[in-house]
């Protein structure tokens, strides 16, 4: 009797849980405030990073000015007036002046290059992770050619590929696999090993280990690399486009090199860079989005 008196006191682990038990109100309410409190610090840490980034921009914007304004020929460095004007006169031109066309071009170019490099470079990375022998005969090769400066293998696409489309995202491929596969080696291989011999003690299959222990445990790691070979590809989009093109942000820079049209080239140059933050940016919110769990602590 005194045991069932106790049960029923609340030894169940679930008697805390129901709707009239004593301690479900207030475990619900502590976690509330205990939300509460962190999305009011993650709001806070948003708002001085937006307004240290705002300034910073702000200060850079100001050095220019004032160095442009100590140059006197503004064909080796245009004011931040003179390159807004311009910036809005490709924007608001029609046909070939217009800088939208070279945007889509070069767009385009850098997400079929960076997906291609992503289909290639975590399969790779899954491979050398599963198989010492693999790691071994690959490594050399990814950490060898990701040494090299893509521009350097843009006389070989030119050779074997030609000088179309497909030696410019052969290019880009070149630049994001490597990265890819290697982060994503190292999310692998750096997984907690008792997370899986918990999993396989429970009688996990391989298929399930895969999908619910090593695929989310590896995709910070992946997503890294995903990161990482976004602004490489971005980075080595100049020098694909300088290959025979007549299209894209790199081939305007190419074209206004040649006019000593340095605005042009820093509007260029400007819509690399935006085009480069905007696609992180878009990689960490789906980061955030996948790896909820990071932030339960």
Not at 126 to 141: G, Q
Not at 168 to 180: D, F, G, R, S
Not at 264 to 277: K, R, W
């Amino acid at each position: 009797m005194d045991g069932m008196t106790q049960k029923s006191a609340g030894g169940s682990p679930l008697a805390a849980l129901e709707p009239g038990s004593p301690g479900s109100g207030g475990g619900r309410a502590r976690g509330a405030r205990t939300g509460g409190l962190r999305a009011g610090r993650r709001r806070g840490q948003g708002v001085r990073t937006s307004w240290l980034t705002l300034a910073s921009v702000v200060v850079l914007v100001l050095v220019w000015w004032g160095v442009s304004a100590d140059v006197a020929d503004p064909n080796i460095l245009p004011s931040p007036s003179a390159t807004a004007s311009r910036a809005i006169t490709l924007i608001t031109s029609g046909g070939s002046a217009s800088i939208w066309p070279q945007l889509e071009a070069s767009t385009l170019r850098v997400l079929i290059g960076w997906a291609l490099g992503a289909v290639i470079g975590i399969p790779i990375g899954v491979l050398m992770a599963s198989s010492t022998h693999a790691r071994a005969a690959i490594d050399p090769l990814l950490e060898a050619g990701r040494a090299v400066p893509p521009l350097a293998f843009a006389p070989l696409m030119v050779v074997w590929l030609g000088i179309g489309e497909i030696s410019k995202i052969a290019l880009l491929v070149t630049a994001a696999a490597p990265i890819i596969a290697i982060s994503t080696t190292d999310g692998i291989v750096g997984l907690d090993n008792a997370l899986i011999r918990g999993a396989r003690t429970l009688g996990a299959s391989r298929t399930y280990l895969l999908r619910h222990v090593i695929v989310p445990g590896a995709l910070p790691g992946i997503i890294t690399g995903l990161r990482l070979a976004s602004g490489l590809t971005w980075g080595t989009l100049v020098a694909a486009e300088f290959i025979a093109s007549t299209s894209g942000l790199g081939y305007m820079i190419l074209q206004a090199s040649q006019y000593l049209d340095t605005a042009t080239i820093f509007v260029g140059i400007a819509a690399i860079g935006v085009l480069a933050f905007l696609m992180d940016r878009a990689l960490r919110l789906v980061e955030r989005r996948l790896l909820t769990w990071r932030g339960r602590a």
